[in-house]
């Protein structure tokens, strides 16, 4: 096929009422691509056979009640062979399509802000980003986790093709990779909003920005390449099939071909805004801008227009008028212009622009080097001084309006500078942001510009997609979930308590493992049968093991050498052992608890940090029994509880302390009270318990995965996503730390625990990578239940 190496117009789709915001390359039927509209619809075009070279709209989608902003493609899959089309909007919703219905095929709501960017990954997992400033994982019309962390609207999110890492762009200038729902690294350069992403690799990805860079970075953190060329906003980029060269579009009027790391061809448009590109199957090339028209540009002669096609398209951008004040030709003085005899002058590159005079107008013309000419691209406005005078001047900038506003009666005016070349939706945001407006303001404030200036906008209708940005928190990735649960220890082993051991950061102080190699699992009785003996596991894993005469050795020990204001009375002591006895004996003999002797406990539990172990030590043990567990978790004091053990198991606290705690918080699995209070506390748990998985100690990365194998057997028959996802999460991330065998067999429990009978949950587990992270445990023989359990859940992953 003949090529000329330079993309030409193929044809022109006047196809939307307004301006086109989203482009995506369909899989189905072949050739053909998806666009979106602020007309708030959705349309699929099909290649025709016309001697035009253009495309058909097959399919109109409309369910959205405001704007369509973003569009992406989940992929074929058994129920839908042909794929599925996901739209983003104004709405804050994320709208579902088939290819043979008009209204959405489900509705995804949970964003409060417009949803401005779409990805989707395989197993049919959706992720989404807002002005909201979170982005979101779906799968299955729910939503798995929420991304949080970016301090301003989430303009751009991809999904990297492996290891289930994710990454999102925001306008706090950042960029954010994620993984199993935690933000790994935070990639920092560019100088203002980051407004798209682009995948070439698992292991580099492009982004571009309104600092008018695109950048080209290593998902290690490393940014390798920057290049420039455009002279405004970039609001998208697209990936030639060869991965390394791309396409970009922005609010320069242009789309920039971007060869061996050099922009080769800058391709002008009659429209200010070009918001959005996709490259098509063929090497051709789609955008879609402010004007609403879709045009296809390609390098092959055998789809180019007609000539007649190619001069019209020449003589629309001719006429286009050109605002100086949108920075795209630099600063004009017309009396220091040349004349037209400079268009004898060859241009050195593609895209070059120069400006000539012509009696007192300005025209502007752009080189385009496969023509060998200079082509003209429109008429330069207010490139004379004839415009100055009407010029209001404002912090020291020039303007065409300087709006005062009154929000609060009484209180002071706010001024609002707008120029007409400006964006109204992108102008409110500002005035918004700058003077800490709420940003329900928003379509108000613009909806005022566009009134009071009506009948000067300056050529093509301009753009009204503005996109404000607000403030930002953390991740939290569910709700909670109150059920009854489980009791009893499977998991059997022996340990001690050493008394004459301190605390040391290096290991927990006075107390050993007590899970030193025993498990109620029998590796045998695997090989001889197919049945699954490790998972689902659904009854809790507690920290039996103790030796009270050695733990009452111990405290005595500290108590001696306690200060003054600190120390037990004998009585409190003989109290404290008394509970001992009652909850760590084999029988109910002892006498039974009263609730002083409780009280004391808890009160006990405030010893300063560096003595406290040996309390927190009855404390694990007590928790199992009934009238503990109710009285300390109850509704009354379990929050209380919670919030004490997890300040004494922050990061920079001791081993011992945060080692204890974990084992106290698994005990509490033992009691109905204790599974209500830790289901009802699980994300902030989950959460802060995930940060010691970086703490190098292997008793501490055994109780945490017990904790998580615990949270997993209560969510097992429960319907709560959000829950598991934040399971998967931290088992997956604990996995890459932690080292001790036993720890890894509890995490693997807890990971097949969570899939088992749970197709979402399965789908969510491949999306984030599990398979290839587990992989290398497939092969462990010792302990042989490592690598059983795990082959057991690679087959559930299959």
């Known amino acids: 096929m003949a090529s000329s190496n330079s993309y030409k117009l193929r044809c022109s789709i006047p196809g939307h009422e307004m301006d086109v915001r989203g482009l995506a390359t369909a899989v189905f039927p072949e050739g053909s691509f998806v666009s979106v509209s602020r007309d708030r619809t959705g349309r699929v075009w099909v290649p025709n056979s016309s001697p035009d070279r253009g495309f058909t709209e097959m399919h109109c989608m409309s369910g959205h009640s405001n704007f369509v902003s973003c569009v992406c493609i989940i ?26 219905q008009p209204q959405p ?103 571009c920005s309104n600092d008018t860079s695109i950048r080209r970075w290593l998902v290690t953190g490393e940014c390798v390449q920057v290049y420039y060329s455009h002279t405004n906003f970039i609001y998208s980029l697209a990936v030639f099939p060869n991965g390394q060269d791309f396409v970009s579009t922005g609010e320069d009027r242009t789309l920039r071909i971007w060869r061996n790391g050099e922009c080769s061809q800058t391709i002008r448009l009659p429209a200010q805004s070009v918001w959005c590109c996709c490259v098509l199957p063929n090497g051709d090339i789609a955008v879609g801008a402010s004007d609403g028209i879709i045009r296809v540009f390609t390098e092959s002669e ?50 070059q622009t120069r400006l000539i005079k012509d009696g007192q107008k300005v025209e502007a013309y752009q080189w385009s080097v496969s023509d060998g000419r200079w082509m003209k691209i429109g008429d330069v406005v207010g490139g004379s001084n004839q415009q100055t005078s009407k010029s209001v001047m404002y912090e020291g900038k020039e303007y065409d309006y300087v709006f005062t506003i009154d929000v609060n009666e009484g209180g002071p005016s706010m001024k609002l500078p707008y120029n007409v070349s400006e964006d109204p939706w992108l102008t409110a945001h500002n005035f918004l942001q700058k003077n800490d407006l709420s940003p329900m303001f928003l379509d108000q404030v613009a909806n005022f510009i566009i009134e009071n200036t009506k ?67 029998s590796s045998a009785a695997l090989r001889q049968t197919t049945t699954n003996i490790y998972f689902p596991k659904t009854d809790g894993v507690t920290f039996e093991q103790a030796n009270a ?29 008394s509970l001992l006895l009652s909850v760590s004996g084999p029988n109910s003999s002892e006498p039974p608890l009263t609730i002083q002797q409780i009280n004391l406990l808890w009160k006990a539990s405030h010893w300063p940090d560096d003595i406290v172990f040996p309390v927190l030590d009855i404390m694990r043990l007590a928790v199992r029994h009934p009238q503990v567990n109710e009285t300390l978790c109850g509704e009354a004091e379990g929050v209380q509880l919670c919030n004490h053990l997890l300040s004494l198991m922050r990061p920079e606290g001791r081993p011992a302390n945060q080692m204890l705690v974990l084992r106290t918080l698994c005990n509490c699995f033992s009691g109905r009270h204790g599974r209500a209070l830790l289901m009802a506390q699980r994300e902030t748990v989950l959460s802060r318990a995930a940060d010691l998985a970086t703490v190098c100690n292997k008793n501490i990365h055994v ?89 057991l859940i690679l087959k559930e992953l299959q």
């Not at 983003?88 to 994320?94: L, T």
């Not at 960029?175 to 933000?183: E, M, N, P, S």
């Not at 909670?480 to 009893?488: L, W």
């Not at 733990?551 to 052992?577: C, V, Y």
């Open 75 to 100: 992929a074929p899959s058994e129920t839908y062979p042909r794929g599925l089309i996901a739209t983003g909007g104004n709405d804050n919703n994320i709208c579902v399509f088939t290819l043979d």
């Open 105 to 207: 095929l489900f509705t995804l709501k949970g964003h409060k802000n417009t949803v401005c960017t779409l990805s989707s990954g395989k197993f049919g997992t959706l992720l989404s980003g807002s002005w909201d400033t979170t982005a979101k994982v779906w799968l299955n019309e729910k939503c798995m986790m929420t991304l949080q962390g970016h301090s301003a609207a989430v303009w751009a999110v991809i999904i990297l093709p492996e290891q289930g890492l994710m990454l999102s762009g925001s306008a706090d200038k950042t960029i954010k990779l994620w993984k199993a729902g935690r933000c790994e690294k935070t990639f920092t350069g560019h100088e203002d909003c980051v407004r798209g992403l682009a995948v070439i690799s698992n292991t580099e990805f492009f982004s």
């Open 302 to 351: 055998d789809r180019m227009a007609s000539v007649e096609d190619l001069q019209a398209f020449e003589d629309e951008l001719s006429k286009a008028t050109i605002d100086p004040k949108t920075g795209d030709l630099g600063d004009i003085k017309v009396e220091d212009l040349p004349g037209r005899e400079h268009l004898n002058e060859p241009g050195n590159r593609d895209g």
């Open 455 to 521: 009948g000067h906008v300056v050529g093509p209708a301009q753009p009204a997609g503005g996109d404000p940005f607000t403030g930002g928190a953390r991740y939290i990735p569910g709700s909670a979930d109150d059920r009854p649960g489980f009791g009893a220890d499977p998991f059997t082993g022996s340990g001690r308590y050493i008394p004459g051991s301190g605390p040391n950061p290096g290991a927990p102080a006075g107390v050993s493992d007590p899970f030193t190699g025993g498990s109620a699992y």
């Open 549 to 577: 005469s050695q733990i009452i050795a111990k405290l005595k020990e500290l108590n001696g050498g306690a200060p003054q204001e600190h120390k037990f009375s004998e009585e409190i002591l003989e109290s404290l052992e």
């Open 703 to 791: 109780a945490l995965a017990t904790l998580v194998l615990n949270y997993a057997g209560c969510l097992h028959s429960q319907p709560d996503l959000e829950a598991k996802a934040q399971c998967l999460s931290v088992a997956s991330r604990a996995l890459e730390t932690v080292q001790d065998r036993e720890a890894v067999f509890r995490l693997l429990v807890a990971l097949g625990t969570t899939v088992a009978s749970d197709q979402t949950a399965k789908d969510l587990a491949r999306s984030l990578g599990v398979n290839s992270q587990i992989s290398k445990y497939s092969s462990v023989s010792d302990p042989a239940k490592v690598g059983e359990c795990c082959q």
